[in-house]
């Protein structure tokens, strides 16, 4: 089973009024934890859409975070060639590099 999640760790307020919020993974630790069986077939990959505004390091803590979880645990950076949002985020997912593992 493959998770592909398009994440922003920076904090941030989607404007008009509306709070700052910051993107978080613990349900998604809460969500294979009982599932712990499948390891082994689970693959997450997470789409930084933040970029360079993600902080120094990011990438080895979430990968470290989520490797209790899944065999396979990949952290990208977006780049301006990708642009950052969900939807773009699971179709290079899919039509990408991986698309020969699917």
């Known amino acids: 089973v493959d998770f592909v999640l398009c994440f922003c760790s920076v904090a941030k307020s989607p404007g008009g009024g509306y709070p700052v919020v910051e993107d978080e993974l613990g349900w ?3 969500l294979l934890a009982p599932q712990a069986d499948y390891r082994s077939s689970t693959r997450i990959f997470v789409k930084e859409k933040c970029g360079d505004a993600a902080p120094e390091g990011f990438e080895e803590s979430l990968r470290a975070a989520l490797l209790p979880y899944a065999h ?16 773009t985020a699971y179709l290079h997912h899919l ?3 991986k698309y020969q593992d699917l």
């Open 28 to 30: 998604l630790a809460e």
């Open 72 to 87: 396979v645990v990949e952290v990208h950076r977006v780049d301006d060639a990708l642009r950052a949002d969900d939807a």
């Open 95 to 97: 039509s990408g590099p």
